[in-house]
Nanobody, 127 residues
Framework: QVQLVESGGGLVQTGDSLRLSCAAS????????MGWFRQAPGKEREFVAH????????AYTDSTKGRFTISRDNAKNMVYLQMNSLKPDDTAAYYC????????????????????WGQGTQVTVSS
């Protein structure tokens, strides 16, 4: 019904920047909140950021707040994650996620409410 495809990952050095992109296709008109999660080997999937349909509500995890910025372009069916001042601890596979509806924004700091997921894009930050 909905497909999400991430791109923009790569190998960078500490302090560098990357912008991740997520392209949505299918029945994108049914989507509401969009989010980014990440997962490092041997660790649980971690919330990074989410954004409401109109972009007016955003949230970030404490470790990325002030360095990462989430945005979306509904006309292009795209969501972005601008990552600045990257650290080795940011190394992970990054996943785009989407939900059909948004109720309480606090719910979307967890993976459970999201209906669709991308395949992931790898970000590696060297020391």
């Amino acid at each position: 019904q909905v497909q999400l495809v991430e791109s923009g990952g790569g190998l960078v050095q500490t302090g560098d920047s990357l912008r991740l992109s997520c392209a949505a296709s299918g029945r994108t008109g049914s989507l509401s909140i969009m989010g980014w999660f990440r997962q490092a080997p041997g660790k649980e999937r971690e919330f990074v950021a989410h954004i409401s349909l109109g972009g007016g509500i955003t949230a970030y995890t404490d470790s990325t707040k002030g360095r990462f910025t989430i945005s979306r372009d509904n006309a292009k069916n795209m969501v972005y994650l601008q990552m600045n001042s990257l650290k080795p601890d940011d190394t992970a596979a990054y996943y785009c996620a989407a939900a059909r509806l948004m109720y309480n924004p606090d719910y979307y700091r967890r993976a459970n409410p999201y209906d669709y997921w991308g395949q992931g894009t790898q970000v590696t930050v060297s020391s």
